[in-house]
């Protein structure tokens, strides 16, 4: 499989890392970049991410093959009302957002069912929480899975080139429906990146404590608060209000269980809360026995990516 271009619109650490793959794999003979932020874009290109740069997605989409759709969310309805009038027929459009309803319209509301462009809605379920073309590194998605959640607008041949690419980046793929994977994220990733910032923000609020001190000695707890609470602000924003529902009913959920936690503590019910401990530990085990946490290969990963830049 092989695209003679392919253009990112967004070189952040999921669009950067996506353009060392295609290199890397050889499939893609030109890379063009658009990016809202010319720093990043001069980044891509001396990182040898990108052929041709721009900011204007006008000036790179009217030749190619696949447009990849790496921005924030909030941003996809903007840039395909620019695009998609200038897509070729054959041409396939997809994206690595974390909301896939909210995607698929945007996509499916720009392009035409007649003009022949395929739509494939896409999600590789990988990241730090860094940002930027530097953060990016090949690897990134390696033994991850990617879901991908075909459209109206999809065709088997766009389903298999697309699952192609993020194979060869050594993904597993799933294929579901937008609204089970909206539903899936909520729970997986969208409401605990909406608790993360909601706990860094609470206690770095607390009246009577030295911010240098919660700084200075901030445990495992909350030091990996900080790690979730640290990534894109846009992004995240865009996420939250762009799958609300779901989030919404999973905060409502959340809070139920904080009360009954909270009158656990207040009355000494030791072996409800050893209940709930004991539950939640098992749970752990089965993510690393599933192998999506392998904090080793992560550093070691991050090692690499700490090498190439020096």
């Known amino acids: 499989m092989f695209f003679e ?17 295609l290199r890397r794999n050889r499939q893609a003979g030109i890379i063009a970049v658009c990016d809202k932020n010319p720093l990043y874009l001069q980044q891509a290109k001396a990182l040898g991410l990108a052929d041709e740069i721009e900011t204007d997605i006008k000036k790179l989409v009217r030749d190619a093959d696949l447009l990849v759709l790496a921005t924030p969310v909030g941003a996809f309805g903007p840039l395909l009302k620019e695009a998609a009038p200038l897509l070729k027929r054959g041409s396939i ?3 690595v957002g974390s909301v896939k309803k909210y995607a698929l319209k945007e996509m499916e509301k720009y392009i035409d069912k007649e003009s022949g462009i395929a739509v494939i809605g896409g999600h590789p379920v990988a990241g730090t929480e860094k940002s930027g073309p530097e953060a990016g590194f090949a690897d990134l998605f390696r033994e991850r899975w990617c879901i991908l959640t075909p459209s109206k607008l999809s065709t088997p041949e766009a389903l298999a080139k697309i699952s192609e690419i993020w194979q060869a980046a050594g993904m597993r793929i799933e294929t579901m429906t937008s609204e089970h994977h909206d539903k899936v994220m909520a729970a997986v990733s969208h409401l605990p990146h909406l608790i993360a910032y909601s706990i860094v923000g609470t206690v770095a609020d607390l009246e009577g ?8 000695y901030s445990a495992s707890g909350f030091r990996d608060f900080t790690r979730i609470a640290g990534s894109d602000p846009t992004m995240w924003r865009d996420i939250l209000l762009n799958n609300k529902t779901t989030v919404l009913e999973l905060i409502q959920r959340f809070v139920e269980d904080l009360i009954a936690l909270e009158r656990n503590i207040r009355w000494d019910e030791g072996d409800k809360l050893f209940d709930l401990f004991s539950r939640t530990q098992k749970i752990r085990k089965e993510v ?3 192998r999506q946490d392998q904090p080793e290969q992560e550093k070691r990963l991050q090692a690499e990516l700490n090498n190439l830049k020096n």
């Open 5 to 21: 271009k392919v253009v990112i619109a967004g070189i952040g650490l999921i669009g950067s890392s996506l353009a060392r793959n």
């Open 93 to 95: 459009v997809t994206d």
């Open 209 to 216: 404590y030295e911010q240098k001190e919660i700084i200075k």
């Open 288 to 290: 690393i026995e599933a």
